[in-house]
Structures are given as C-alpha cells and as structure tokens.
C-alpha cells in the first residue's frame, strides 16, 4: 500500500480549494498558489517516475480500499507504465498551461464577445478559471490511476465538468453551443460504456463476487457475443473520447472555442483517455472481440489520419486547423492500439505523450498569436515573422513535430506505429505513411500563409513573445528534441506494460519474412 | 559482375577515430549557440559557424589518414541506443568507410569554402547570423546522412537536411515566390520520404533490422530487393531532383545563392546518389531496381539539358544542369560496376558546380541581384576573376581535357555503352547526346553573360568581388580544373572505394574502343559549343526573349509542362476535395448529428435552449446517472 498516488492526485485539489476560497481582488496570489501547487504535483511525479520499476509488478504505488461493499466497488489506484507516462505528462502540461494562461481571462474581459451566443461578457474570475484547471488535474490523474472499473467510471465522467466550465464560461463566441457539444457527446459515450461496465459487473457476479477490479475483470470468461456487445460499448465510448472517426466533430468545435490552456488539455490529455482506454480495457477484457473487431478499426483509423489531414488543410481558422490534426494525429494512435505489436502498441503510447507535447506547444503559440490579433483567421495574418520572430520560430518548431520530423520525438512514436502496423496490415501502414506528405502541407501552408510573405500593416506594431511565453514553451520543446534523440527513459517504461497487453489480447509479433531465424544485429 | 565480398564486416571505431562524433557535434554545436544566443552572436557568430566547419574539415583529414591506415577500412562507432522496441533495435551509430570519409571531405571541404564566400555574399543582409546558424545546422544534418551506420539514422540526416535546404530557400521569407519554392522542396522532398520511409518498413518486416551491416548481411535477395530498391530510389529522386520530381530544384533557386551552390548542386541533391551507391548490396541483388535506376538517370539528364537550353535566369540554366548532371549520376551508380564512376562524376561536379555558381553569385552581386542573362554581357573586362573562375567550371563541365569533367562523363559514357545489347546503346547514346547539348547551353550561357555587347539596365557599375568571395572561387576553380585527373590517376578513388562499392568493372571487350568514344564525344561537344556560338555569339543578343520559336522552346520555358501537370492532377483536385470533404464534415457527419439531436429532442434548438442554466441541467443529468447506475446495480444484486 502505497499512498503516493493518492497524495499526487490530492495536492491539485487541495489547490484548487485554497485558490477558490482566495478573497477577491487576490487574482495575482491565486495564479502563483496555482502555479506552486502544479509544480509541487511535477516534483512528486518525477519522483515517482524515478521509483517505477519497469521489471517489476504490472501495478505500482498500489492502493485499495473497500468502497461499496455491497457491490465490491473498491478505491483502487495503481500505475503501469502506460498510465504512468500519462500521469506524468499530465503533470508537464498542467503547470505550463497555467504559465502559459497567466493573463488569458483579463485578457477576456477586454475582448468582449462580438457576434456571441452567449450573454454579452462580464468580468470572469481568475481565481475560478485557476480552480477549474486544478481540479481537472486532479480528475486526469485520478482516471489514469484508477485500478476499478467503477471508480475509472466516475472520474471519467466528472471529467467533463471542469472542463464544460472551462469551454462554457472561459471559451471563445460559440462557446455555449461547443460546450453542449462536447457534453453531449461524451454523455452519449459515457452511457454507453455506463451500460458495458453494468453488463460486465453482471458477468463477474454469475462467475463469483460481483467485483469492479480491473485485474479481477481480465479473468472473466466470456462468451463471443458479450464480449462484442461489452466490446462495442466501451469502444464507442472511447472512440468519441479519442475521438476516432466519425465520432469526431464535437472536436474541432471544443478545441476552437476552448481557451488556450483548456484546449491544450482537452486535446493533450482529456483525448487520450480514449486511446487508453482501448490498451486498458477494450483490448484485456475482450481479447477476442479486439482481435475480431480490429481490422475495422484500423480502417477508420486510416481513414482518420487522411481525412483529419485534409480537412485541416482546408481550414480557414487556425484552431479548427489544430484540431483536425489532432483527428488526424489519432487515427495514428488508434492504428498502433489495434495493431497488436509491440512496436505499434509502443509507438501509440509514445505517441500519446509526444502528441500531448507538440499539439499542446501548437495550441498554446496559436493562442499567444491570437491573443496579439485578435483573430483566429489565417487570412487576417501576413508575414508575422517580421514583427515576431521568436514566436515564428517556436510555431515552425512546434509544427515541425505535428509534422513528425526525424530528430523531434513525435518522428519515434509515428514511425514505431507505422513500421509496427505495417508488419500485420501493410495496405493500411502503406496508405498511413501518405499522411506524412499531408501533414507537411497542412503545417507548411498554415506557417507559410501566417508568418511569411509581406507583413501587414495592420500588425507592425505586433509584439514579439514575452519571457513567460517563451519559458512556458521551452519546456516542451526542450523535451520534443530530447526525445526525439533519447526516448529511451520512456520506452523502457513503456515497453514491458504493452507486451503484457498484448499478451492478454493473444497477439505475438510477426518473424521476418525473409529470415529463417532472427538475424543477427550488429551491435 | 563482381559482387562485393559475401559478408561485409564493421570493425569498431578505436584510437583517433573513437572522435567521429565530434565532426557532427562541432556544427551541430555551432547551429545551436548560433540559434540561442539571439542578438549577442551577431557579430562573432558568422565566424564561429566558418570555425566550426573548418575545424570538421580539418577532423575530417585527421580521420582519412586514420582510416587510410587501417587494413578493414570499414569502421563503426556504437554511441547509444536509439530505439529499442522488441525486436525493433536502431543504435544511434556513426559508420565511417572509404565512401563517406569521402563525402565528409566533399561537405566541410566545399561548406568551408562557400562559408568563407558567403562571410563576403551575405555581409550587408541584417540576419546574417541566422543564414550562418541554418549553414551549420545543414552541415551537421549532412553528416548525419553520409555517417549514420543505420537507414533510420541516415533518414533522421535525410529530413535534416530538407529542413536545412527549407529555411535557406525561405530566408527571404518575406518574398512570396522564396516562401511558395521552399514549400514546394520539402513537399517534393517528402514525397521522396515516403518511399524512404516505406523501404526502411520492408526492410523491418522482411529481414527484422534496418543497420546497414544487418540489412547488407541478410542475404537480401529476389522480390525483397527490387522492392526496397525501389522504394529507396523514390527516396533519391526526391532529394535528388530526378523525374519525375525534378521540379522543385529549379524553384529551390529563390535562396541566397551560396546555398544555391553548396546545398542546391554540390551537396545535398547528391545525397540521392549516396543513398543508391550506399545500397550497392540491395541493388547488386536486383538487376530491375538497376535498370530502374539507369532509366530514371536518362530521362532526367535529357529533361535537365533541354530545359537548361531554354531559360534566360543564370541560376535557373545552372539548376536544370545539376538536374542533368545528377542524372548523369544516376545512370552511372546504376550500371553494375560504375559506381565509383558515379562518386568520381559527384566530386568533380560538386567542384566545378559550385565553382559556377559562386561565380554567378558574383556576378548578381556586381549587377545588382539581376539574374536575367539577358541583361548582361561583356563582363569578362569588368570582372576577370570571376570570368576566369567560371571559365574553367564551364571547360570542366563540357568535359574538355583535361578538366575535370572530363574524366568522369567520358567514363559514364563509355559504361553506358558497355552494357549489354539494346539498352547499352540507347543510354549511352542519350549520354552521348546529352553532352552535346550540355555544352550547347553551357555555351549560350558563357557567352550571354560575359562576351557580347553590354545589355545591362541602367545605373549598372559592375565591379569584382571582394576577395573574402574571389578566393573560395579561385579554390573551387584550381579543383575544377585538377581533381578529375587526380582522382583517377592509377584508378586512385576506384580502388579506395572499392570496399563499399566493389572493384571497378573491367569488360574485355568494349561496345566501342574508349579511343573512338572519347574523339567521338569531344566532336558532340564541339558541335554543341560551335551551335551555341552561331546563334548568340555572332549575332547581338535580344534583351527580350524572342516570341516566334518552336514548340519545343515553348514547352521547355514551361518546364516541360511538369509543373502544369502536377498542378492539374495533384493541386487542383486536391484543392477541390478538400474543400468538399469540410462541406461534407460540416453539413454530412455533423449534420447527421444534428439531424439526430433533432429526432430526439424535438429540434436542437430547443435542446440547447434546456442547457442555458448550466448548472442545474448538468446537475439534473448526473443526478438521473447516479440514480440510473443505483438501480441497475441494485437490479442485478436483487436478481441473484
């Protein structure tokens, strides 16, 4: 029994408690009691990093307790390599997206809400808008954590509430109708997968005590057709989450009309509990329903990565733009989950984090544009780099890993998934790796059409990046490069928690074809 | 055929050579602290970035000696583990052999100079030291390429570079047409990736590693081979500037020009040969992939030198050569045998093409960034050295002896004609053929620019270069003129390199005896270069182009018509889906989403109407779940 997790899932709300109950008018006190709190949460995941033994159990820092007795509902936390490197990216992300957001609500009330549909602004609160992310840290960590089903079940859902105050209150003018969006889409998911997890406990009381544990669950024997049904309801939940197409649309609006710092966890990290999802329970649970069902989702995945391209392309705001990338990014995400290699399963993991970190510098330098032009329009920018080279370069560089360029993290984990992928379904990693070519011109056209060619008049006086802009960036981008050349740390963790997955999806990986037995390495 | 030794075996890096890591670090070292010290390296930064390659040049001798001295010139230095994912291991590893110490010598021996011109070439541009900080990170990428020890490391250097060659078109990024040409390199460039990429894959599924001593040793052989041989000629040509991706070379030309000459002609767009001649193994294994190869060579030095004949810009005739001339390598690397021809043809162009293009550069930056030959003429008075500098890359080029050039097209010709039957005489008369015309525009070229009437535009005082740019030229120009003898002098590169690419070829009976090719091929020259000068020489020059000419001129001013294709086959109708597919995301899926949300609540709107209090609905709905799970969870226990 360890109680660490739990302290690190408690700090942030904690936090936000002391945040909230701030007197008014100490705006500039809450920012830095958040910011404090975020990094307290940094220091105490390293460390818990640092702890992690990659060779040892499934599940660490392990802790459980009776919840519902009556329905052997347990407080059950723990971490394997997958959720962990989750956990620790949401503890990167959470005290840059603060940084990052320092003046984003001040900033707010000034805009006003031209062409809005929402009652016309009031003054929005700081200390709530600082509260709201502390508090959504603390529902990620926890939904990562959580070893019970039903208690990965409640903080899947309660989720959603930070994070519709985040969209509804703190977002741009169509902030009201992407926040019901969003809700509505991940209820609809949410039911489903509520009735898959329901249908499970009913298959786990006929087999012995009712029980809600995830390690408990994997021992199930279940027939075909209930693990499909079971199957298809966590899926269609996760795949809205992911959200994988078609389920993708409430995307591209909660990702525009977001602020900044909810976007960047939205995207960075609320997504990914979709993709993790399928490698934590669609896959372990219901291996023969994920083997029958996974050649359909590699197909939507492809069709996701190529259409998520094209569509950003098409784009004409810049947020939409890094949204539909993001459908894009996790067509790639979805294909390695599915694919049932090592190399894939790794690779999709690597990419959840390595997405977390360029998407979310993407977001965050768009929004420090936006913040300057007051436009989310590519049309309304020319030439930027003239006026603001700093911030051109850190958009080239954050764009330079959506684009997976060789030498930047994001390269390791799409090419782990392609190369993974393509062992087993080489049309469909032969039809991904065209997206490489898109990705270049969704990336290409936006920086060209935005910082390059003549500057327009209307922004010469447009400042450069601030030292707190900057130093929020850095981090991510310091840790793309580093990756991008060591990602060792984070496959080593990675590694052993995929290949037991895929042994309880009953998935071996393929011999080379052409070598009688493995060929010799030159070391 | 010879093939190369059964198995090829790496021997660890020790003593001096335990510092290869260093010629990569020291520019990879500059580029950063160029990068990051922002305005404070202003002054001393362009300095350090010549510093930095001059000392790779200078680690770069140290180590040929090293390795010249060793019996298994083959050396591989293990530095870490990149990826290590089951069975998908990629060491991050350098791999020094005869093949790329020659490269390394190539990239910081003429980076070094061109440097040292661009100290002079860039001096009054106010980002100066960014221009030298990408310089460095371009260096450092192409050494990655030529010593990475793996197709995945040589792939990181591969992008590098791109990305290297995408910030120097675009450093003048505020110029629309520098932006749209940059664009367009590293779109082309990615296309060529794609099939880079997708080799590398094969290799993993078909022989479970992608190190080249893994892949070389594998026995790699039959369908395998022609495929990944494939694969990784996609990958050249787009790099390379070979068809039928040719076309973003001669836009790439909207960059400052030394990059022009150093990434745009001596280095980078040879990295498609490096690829092909590094890969002897795979292809030496698939006689099709080599066939392929030879073709996609003849085809692209006949476009290069058939559009080279049309244009009036300087840099743009001069970028349509290198496309010519890099498929002039192409053919070569794909004759069995004729690789080191291939490499021997690489070095000397890479002399007597930047040679060139410094010398253009030069005569931009005297004329005032005029790039039309057309406004030029008679500036052999004016500016001697560069004449002189650009007369001897023009006599090596044409492949006059004893210059360069001519000892390596002369070999590619001869090998072209030594293949076998039909095709023997087919690629080697188009080889043949090309030489006459290369020197036809080679010629048209010289004399627009320097003989003739002045044509200038007015308020022009052309004068010589200072001498920070003279003296690189000069340098460029001694080797344009020796090297091609040097390096073959008792078969010297042939057999130095002969561990990678195998022993040269010697057929006993050639198609035709070397003596007659070689008067045959010096008669197709002259009767280029006489043609030339009938037609520009002895009459005045338009300054305008002529309009009444043949349908192929028309043509060859447009490219050929590739960019049109390209543009009504790739761009259009990709313009166009993609804007169906946004009406299709807007109004298909997410209409059908709101048709639903319709159905079922009787009209979204009065949906999101019962959402404005927020709160309470929000509350309302997860109170109804909690009751819902509640109930079920009761239903089921009830039900035991």
């Known amino acids: 029994m360890s109680p660490s997790l739990t302290l690190i899932g408690v700090v942030p709300l904690v936090g936000a408690l002391v945040v909230a109950l701030l007197p008014q008018g100490k705006d500039v006190l809450a920012k830095q009691v958040a910011l404090a709190t975020s990094l307290v949460v940094l220091v105490l995941t390293l460390v818990l990093c640092v702890n992690f033994d990659p060779q040892g159990d499934r599940f660490q820092f392990v802790q459980s307790y009776d919840w519902i007795r009556a329905f052997g509902v347990h407080y059950a936390v723990g971490v394997d390599g997958i959720a962990l490197v989750l956990v620790a990216l949401i503890a990167v992300l959470v005290p840059v997206v603060l940084l990052a957001s320092w003046d984003d609500v001040e900033a707010l009330t000034e805009v006003g809400t031209e062409g809005s549909d929402a009652p016309a602004a009031k003054r929005k609160s700081v200390r709530s808008f600082f509260a709201l992310l502390l508090v959504l840290e603390t529902m990620m960590i926890g939904v990562f954590a959580a070893t019970d089903l039903f208690l990965f079940y409640v903080f899947f859902e309660a989720m959603l509430i930070p994070m519709y105050f985040l969209i509804g209150s703190y977002g741009g003018p169509r902030r009201s109708y992407a926040a019901v969006k969003f809700l509505l889409y991940s209820l609809v998911g949410g039911l489903l997968m509520l009735a898959a997890v329901i249908g499970l406990y009913v298959q786990s009381a006929k087999q012995g005590p009712g029980t809600f544990s995830f390690e408990a669950l994997t021992q199930l024997n279940l027939s075909h057709t209930t693990q499909a049904w079971l199957f298809l309801g966590f899926f269609i939940a996760f795949a809205i989450k992911a959200p994988l197409f078609p389920f993708h649309t409430w995307l591209p609006d909660a990702g525009a009309e977001a602020p900044t710092g909810g976007a960047v966890l939205l995207v960075g990290v609320l997504d990914k509990v979709g993709t993790f999802g399928f490698l934590r329970y669609c896959l372990p649970l219901f291996p023969w329903a994920a083997r029958e069902f996974a050649p359909y989702v590699i197909a939507l995945s492809v069709i ?65 544009l936006i913040n300057r032009g007051r436009s989310r329009f590519i049309s309304d920018y020319s030439g930027i780099a003239k006026v603001a080279p700093t911030l051109a370069a850190l958009f080239f560089v954050s764009g330079l890993s959506s684009l997976a360029l060789p030498g930047l993290s994001t390269f390791i984990s799409e090419f782990l998934v392609l190369v993974g992928t393509f062992e087993r379904y080489t049309v469909a990693a032969v039809v991904a790796t065209t997206g490489i070519i898109l990705a270049a011109l969704y990336i290409l056209l936006a920086y060209q059409r935005t910082m390059q060619g003549a500057l327009s008049s209307a922004h010469a006086a447009l400042k450069d990046l601030s030292g707190r802009e900057v130093a929020a960036l850095a981090p991510l981008i310091a840790l793309m490069i580093l990756l991008g050349f060591y990602p060792k740390p984070v496959t080593d963790i990675i590694n052993p928690a995929v290949k037991v997955t895929m042994q309880e999806v009953g998935a071996q990986d393929p011999a080379p074809t052409d070598v009688a037995k493995p060929a010799a390495e030159s070391k | 055929m010879t093939l190369l030794a059964e198995k090829v075996t790496y021997v660890p890096a020790t003593g001096t050579l335990s510092a290869l890591w260093l010629l990569l670090a020291l520019p990879a070292a500059g580029a950063a602290i160029l990068l990051l010290t922002g305005k404070r390296s202003e002054k001393w930064g362009p300095y350090l970035a010549c510093a930095m390659t001059g000392l790779s040049f200078v680690l770069g001798v140290v180590f040929f000696f090293a390795l010249k001295g060793l019996t298994n010139r083959s050396v591989d230095q293990h530095l870490f583990s990149w990826i290590s994912v089951g069975r998908f291991q990629v060491p991050a590893g350098l791999l020094y052999d005869p093949l790329s110490a020659t490269f390394v010598l190539l990239i910081t021996g003429v980076g070094f100079l061109i440097h040292v011109y661009s100290l002079g070439y860039m001096d009054h541009d106010p980002r100066k030291k960014t221009f030298f900080a990408y310089l460095n990170l371009f260096i450092a990428a192409m050494l990655l390429l030529v010593l990475g020890n793996s197709f995945l490391a040589l792939y990181v250097g591969w992008e590098g570079v791109g990305l290297a060659s995408y910030l120097l078109i675009a450093f003048w990024y505020f110029k629309p047409e520098a932006a749209t040409a940059a664009k367009k390199a590293f779109i082309a460039n990615r296309v060529g990736d794609l099939g880079l990429s997708l080799a590398i894959m094969v290799m993993f599924a078909a022989l479970g590693t992608t190190t080249y001593a893994g892949v070389f040793n594998s026995g790699v052989a039959g369908g395998t081979a022609t495929a990944i041989g494939l694969l990784l000629l996609l990958g050249a040509c787009g790099k390379s500037g070979q068809f039928p991706l040719q076309t973003w070379l001669p836009d790439a030309m909207e960059g400052p020009t030394p990059v022009s000459a150093l990434i745009h002609a001596a280095t980078m767009v040879t990295a498609g040969v490096y690829l092909i001649a590094r890969s002897t193994p795979i292809f030496q294994a698939s006689p099709d992939a080599q066939t392929v190869v030879t073709i996609i060579g003849a085809i692209t030095l006949v476009i290069g030198c058939v559009i080279g004949c049309a244009y009036d810009d300087i840099k743009k005739v001069l970028a349509y050569s290198t496309v010519s001339q890099i498929g002039y390598m192409f053919l070569a690397v794909g004759i069995p045998g004729a690789g080191a021809i291939a490499i021997l043809h690489l070095l000397t162009h890479g002399f007597f093409k930047a040679c060139m293009f410094l010398s253009a550069g030069s005569v931009m930056h005297a004329m005032g960034d005029q790039v039309d030959m057309r406004r030029f003429g008679g500036l052999r008075k004016y500016m001697p050295i560069t004449f002189g500098c650009f007369l001897t890359g023009y006599l090596a080029i044409i492949g006059l002896p004893p210059f360069a050039g001519f000892f390596s097209k002369d070999k590619i010709i001869e090998a072209a004609y030594d293949l076998h039957g039909t095709r023997g005489w087919i690629l080697g008369t188009v080889a043949l053929l090309g030489a006459g015309i290369t020197a036809f525009y080679m010629t048209r070229l010289m004399v627009m620019t320097f003989l003739g009437e002045k044509r200038w535009t007015e308020g022009q005082h052309p004068h010589e270069s200072p001498s920070v740019m003279t003296a690189p030229m000069v340098l460029l120009a001694i080797g344009s003129a020796v090297s091609g003898g040097l390096l073959v002098l008792g078969g010297a590169l042939q057999n130095w390199l002969a561990p990678t690419l195998g022993p040269q070829v010697e057929v006993g009976a050639h198609t035709i005896s070397p003596t007659v090719l070689t008067l045959l091929t010096l008669l197709v020259v002259a009767g280029g270069a006489a043609g030339a000068w009938f037609t520009y020489g002895t009459k005045p020059v338009l300054t305008t182009p002529p309009v009444a000419v043949t349908p192929l001129t028309v043509a060859a001013r447009k490219n050929l018509y590739f960019d049109a294709l390209n543009e009504s086959l790739l761009m259009r109708p990709g313009q166009y889906l993609t804007r169906f597919l946004v009406w299709v995301d807007n109004r298909g899926i997410d209409g059908a989403v709101h048709a639903l949300a319709a159905g079922i609540g009787g009209g979204s709107g009065r949906l999101r109407r019962t959402q404005t209090g927020f709160v309470r609905s929000y509350a309302l709905s997860m109170f109804g779940g909690a009751l819902l799970v509640v109930f079920a969870l009761l239903a089921v226990r009830l039900g035991q």
């Open chain 1, 304 to 368: 996701g990565v190529i259409y998520g391209a094209l569509l950003a392309m098409g784009q004409k705001d810049l947020k939409r733009l890094v949204s539909y990338t993001s459908v894009a990014h996790f067509g790639f995400i979805g294909m390695g989950c599915f694919a049932f290699t090592t190399q894939a399963g790794t690779g999709a993991v690597l990419y959840m984090v390595n997405h977390g970190l360029s998407t979310g510098a993407l977001f965050m330098v768009i929004g420090f």
